[in-house]
């Protein structure tokens, strides 16, 4: 599938990379990060100019958060129902709320570039928890020139080491998605782990 | 700390689980990083392959040649040349891939017999 969509990105190139980018801002597993490392690549080349693949890729990315964003608003709608049911659930809520009050902004921030693979689960979450919108906005749109200007300019300057660049990339991004949330459920778990920890 | 997390799992199933998956996706990514850097680092891992997605002018900067050594191994000088793939030229062509990808490992070597 790789080289297949790496094979349109000559022929289609600004609009696959902002479809991809999108797509890959609402949980879609698409190759994302290799496809702009490509572009930037291509761009390197004289086959594609480097501002419209960045413009582009930046596009589908800022269009991917808010429709994100926006279906996380219309779940919650029905998580204010389940709400109703329990108060266990009302708790939780509660919590997952004011944390996003709280830690909020700079969670949106880093999530589209240093914890990328994340992204897409918290533009739910942020809408879910009624994450203000132009907070929202502000600092995924500061997030997003990040990760596009990254990943394009990598590919941009190791042009003729595309494949080498986007394996380390992503593995190292996985790592450290991967840590980030090992941390915050590691915390959260040993915590209930103690033994005078109350409730269940 | 096993302890801990032994009385964790009692109390929590699912969030125990999470963590423990999400330690171990960890391990697995940081060696996966590893393993690429220590790939790549290898010199004779960093010449690019022929895909059939690259261009010309992709293939003439991955391999440090002049973009019309590549143009005329392919038969295109003086066309723009500009996005099309090399399956894309054989295909536009009749001819096989391969043939192409022979032409360009061809013009390449002599090139830098020449220039050498």
């Not at chain 1, 930037?40 to 004289?46: E, V, Y």
């Not at chain 1, 413009?55 to 996380?72: K, L, N, P, R, S």
């Not at chain 2, 002018?57 to 191994?73: E, G, N, Q, T, V």
């Amino acid at each position: 599938m790789t080289e297949t969509l790496m094979s349109l990105v000559p022929t289609y190139g600004l609009w696959l990379i902002a479809a991809v980018t999108f797509l890959s801002c609402l949980a879609i597993p698409v190759p994302s990060s290799l496809l702009m490392v490509a572009g930037g690549a291509f761009a390197a080349s004289g086959d594609l100019s480097l501002a419209a693949t960045g413009t582009a890729a930046y596009a589908g990315a800022v269009a991917g958060d808010q429709t994100g964003f926006a279906i996380g608003r219309k779940g919650q709608r029905w998580l204010e129902k389940m709400e109703r049911g329990s108060d266990q659930r009302r708790a939780l809520m509660e919590k997952a709320r004011a944390f996003a009050a709280r830690r909020g902004a700079i969670g949106v921030f880093l999530s589209r570039w240093l914890l990328s693979p994340l992204g897409p689960y918290i533009n739910f979450i942020g809408g879910a928890t009624g994450l203000s919108w132009s907070s929202f906005t502000l600092w995924a749109a500061a997030g997003e020139v990040v990760w596009v200007t990254t990943y394009t300019g990598l590919g941009y300057f190791f042009s003729t080491q595309i494949e080498m660049v986007a394996d380390i990339a992503g593995n190292i991004s996985g790592f450290l998605a991967a840590g980030a949330v090992a941390l915050v459920l590691g915390r959260y778990v040993l915590r209930s782990g103690r033994e005078n920890a109350d409730s269940p | 700390m096993l302890s801990r997390l032994k009385l964790a799992w009692r109390r929590n199933r699912m969030m125990t689980a999470a963590f423990v998956f999400a330690v171990f996706l960890a391990l697995m990514f940081a060696v996966r990083s590893v393993v690429f850097v220590v790939y790549w680092s290898d010199p004779d891992h960093r010449d690019q392959r022929l895909e059939t997605w690259m261009t010309p002018r992709y293939i003439a900067r991955s391999w440090h040649l002049p973009d019309d050594i590549i143009l005329s191994a392919l038969g295109l000088e003086g066309m723009p040349g500009r996005r099309l793939t090399i399956e894309e030229i054989a295909r536009a062509k009749g001819v096989p891939v391969q043939e192409l990808e022979a032409r360009i490992v061809a013009a390449a070597q002599q090139y830098r017999s020449r220039t050498q």
